[in-house]
């Protein structure tokens, strides 16, 4: 059973820096990433790592935040830097196993940036 747990969203001011975690367990080495959702708008991709460590960001965190993954650790980060009031989201997590076909999805984690 594939389980994602995620962790590290809070609220912090504009310009501040958070880092959310995704750990998974019951598989490795899987094609993982995030989404956002803002509050009444659809789920974007933020950004996503392959299983050997080749990334992809949306155009509007370019610069900004940071993916990556510690493979000993079957978990993927997002260093979130110079973080703006429309970064504001709930975050998810995912994770493509390629094995059955499907994707599996974490709880979520609220990222509030305010002053």
């Known amino acids: 059973q594939v389980q994602l747990v995620e962790s590290g969203g809070g609220l912090v001011q504009p310009g501040g820096s958070l880092r959310l975690s995704c750990a998974a367990s019951?598989?490795?080495?899987?094609?993982m990433g995030w989404y956002r959702q803002a509050l009444g708008k659809q789920r974007d991709l933020v950004a996503n790592?392959?299983?050997?460590?080749?990334?992809n960001y949306a155009d509007s965190v370019k610069g900004r935040f940071t993916i990556s993954r510690d493979n000993a650790k079957n978990t993927v980060y997002l260093q979130m830097n110079s973080l703006k009031p429309e970064d504001t989201a709930v975050y998810y997590c995912?994770?493509?196993?390629?094995?059955?076909?499907?994707?599996?999805w974490g709880q979520g984690t609220q990222v509030t940036v305010s002053s």
């Open positions: 790592i392959t299983s050997s460590g080749s990334t």
């Open positions: 995912y994770l493509d196993n390629i094995i059955v076909g499907r994707r599996f």
């Open positions: 019951g598989i490795s080495r899987s094609a």
